[in-house]
């Protein structure tokens, strides 16, 4: 019986030296999900990232009650969704595939960072059911519990919902939940308005533009918000690509297209020599690494759109 317990013994002793190792290095896995921000590389960040999540999902599995994973993992796969998956959907939505292996990994993407969200937004009082309840009061009421620690959390759940709705836009009961999209956007904007490099500015821009108005949205206030995000915040190259995508594709004019695509073409140039070791280089993107991800995203899928341009227009 001895020689029974004891490996059972040292095997609980052991998961439970385990479980206090891995949450005293949460607070790592919360600042390289931030640091990550200064990965200038798209390729390597395509590349690395579908092992850092798995891994990360694996210590959460081991230790279910240690909440404060929930964000990391809801924001890296909104991330890796978004930079990775939805980014290389670009180019089979704008060669119009049906079928698009890409969507279907945006989507996928997307749902594990929901699920992420919810299950630490349950441990907030706010649950499935009072995102999905008809009365928007009571995700009023529900939102206004949140505190600043649990703005990314917020956040990313809602990029989420809002981007699964936006990638399934022949499912109108999605549809129907797109106001409390923008209920949590309104409650993380305020809790936190400089929340991750400009999210704010690009989802209210991106929020009237990407709809038409029958269905409640306002192209020409969206265009407006883009422009004034991109003169506030001239160093996140993101802004001025979603810009062409979701204003001046819609619309095909090639004439503002070029004149933007012109400007990028010089920017992105400038960001190129921040891999370089050019030590007269004065370049304004050297003081703002924290946008080096968000310019890599915006860098590829201007490349898509420019390989695709005389097709589109």
Not at 25 to 35: H, L
Not at 62 to 90: M, R
Not at 96 to 106: C, E, G, I, L, P
Request: proline share 4%; net charge neutral.
């Amino acid at each position: 019986m001895v020689v029974f317990f004891l490996p059972f013994l040292l095997m609980i002793t052991s998961c439970s030296l385990q479980k206090l190792a891995l949450r005293s290095s949460t607070p790592i896995f919360e600042k390289s999900a931030n640091g990550i921000m200064g990965e200038g590389n798209w390729d390597f960040f395509k590349d690395s990232s579908p092992g850092n999540l798995k891994f990360m999902e694996l210590l959460w599995e081991q230790d279910q009650a240690n909440i404060q994973l929930l964000p990391v993992l809801s924001k890296s796969y909104a991330g890796y969704s978004f930079g990775v998956a939805e980014t290389l959907f670009l180019e089979d939505e704008l060669n119009n595939v049906d079928d698009s292996f890409w969507r279907k990994q945006a989507i996928t993407f997307y749902t594990r960072a929901l699920d992420y969200g919810l299950i630490y937004l349950e441990h907030k009082n706010l649950t499935r059911k009072d995102l999905l309840n008809h009365d928007e009061e009571v995700l009023k009421r529900k939102l206004q519990g949140m505190q600043k620690e649990d703005a990314s959390a917020l956040l990313y759940m809602a990029q989420s919902w809002g981007s699964l709705i936006n990638l399934q836009k022949d499912n109108v009961a999605l549809i129907s939940h797109v106001p409390k999209v923008k209920l949590i956007f309104d409650r993380v904007c305020e809790l936190q308005p400089d929340i991750d490099a400009n999210a704010c500015d690009l989802f209210y821009a991106q929020y009237e533009s990407s709809r038409p108005k029958m269905l409640g949205g306002d192209p020409q206030k969206g265009e407006k918000l883009f422009l004034e995000a991109i003169k506030k915040h001239p160093e996140n190259l993101l802004l001025r690509v979603n810009y062409i995508q979701y204003v001046i594709l819609p619309h095909m004019d090639a004439e503002k297209y070029e004149k933007e695509a012109v400007s990028l073409r010089q920017e992105f140039e400038r960001t190129d020599n921040l891999n370089r070791d050019n030590l007269e280089d004065v370049s304004p993107y050297k003081n703002h690494k924290g946008l080096n991800l968000f310019n890599s995203i915006a860098k590829k899928r201007f490349s898509i759109i420019e390989k695709l341009k005389n097709k589109i227009f």
